[in-house]
């Protein structure tokens, strides 16, 4: 929805690796979010953007960084994973800090 | 206490019936609330956003807001099997952050 697309949308990785997960939106919209969804947990922002270049982290962060080069990119970084951070990951995008957040389809991330 | 509460449910209702949805939230100041549905495996889809106090209808869907009580709800009448789903009631953390806080969903069962 809202012209959001996530890559990979499966990834199953090893302890200690780098990953790096894609938002890329067609909608023009300001203000993307990364959020992780876990049983017990619901969904939990990671870090959020309101324009290029400005970023700021959301509750559960440690762990994680975002860069935001370009409107349509917002790149989530694992730096080096743990399998604590196993998870399905879901982009959001919202046009104003107004709302609605819409999501894109998610990447289920696997770390062994 | 979190957040934004949800019973995590099961809500199980018959087909026709209406199903009844609660969420309450903490911070008195939040100003915009909504409802999700999350279907298995899927990512969240907005159904319903409120701001202001009182009743807001939507086809099937009405959604309940009373602030002094720190109270939203979602009813859906004539529910339909292909309404099961989780239902996430999330709230705007702020103005002007566009952060969102999400409770952990209320699994709806629709039976025939």
Redesign the interface.
């Given at each position: 929805?809202a012209g959001i697309t996530q890559s990979p949308r499966h990834k199953v990785t090893e302890t200690g690796t780098p990953v790096t997960l894609r938002c890329h939106q067609t909608e023009n919209h300001r203000?993307m979010?990364w959020y992780r969804q876990d049983p017990?947990?619901?969904?939990?922002?990671i870090h959020?953007s309101?324009g290029v270049k400005d970023t700021d982290k959301?509750e559960v962060s440690d762990g994680y960084s975002v860069s935001r080069s370009k409107t349509e990119d917002f790149l989530l970084t694992l730096e080096s994973a743990t399998s604590s951070q196993t998870s399905v990951y879901?982009c959001a995008t919202?046009g104003?800090?107004?709302?609605?957040?819409?999501?894109?389809?998610?990447t289920r991330l696997s770390i062994l | 206490q979190k957040e934004v509460e949800q019973n995590s449910g099961p809500l199980s209702v018959p087909e026709g019936a209406i199903a009844s949805l609660n969420c309450t939230y903490s911070d008195r100041g939040s100003q915009s609330f909504f409802w999700y549905r999350q279907y298995s495996g899927k990512s969240p889809e907005l159904i319903m956003s409120i701001y202001s106090n009182g009743d807001k209808e939507d086809g099937r869907f009405t959604a309940q807001l009373n602030k002094a009580s720190q109270y939203v709800s979602l009813l859906i009448r004539d529910s339909q099997p292909s309404d099961s789903a989780t239902y996430l009631c999330a709230v705007a953390r702020g103005v002007g952050t566009g952060k969102l806080i999400f409770g952990q969903g209320t699994t709806l069962q629709v039976k025939p």
């Open positions: 929805d203000y979010y017990g947990h619901g969904l939990r922002l959020y309101y959301g879901f919202a104003t800090d107004d709302f609605p957040q819409h999501f894109g389809d998610g | -």
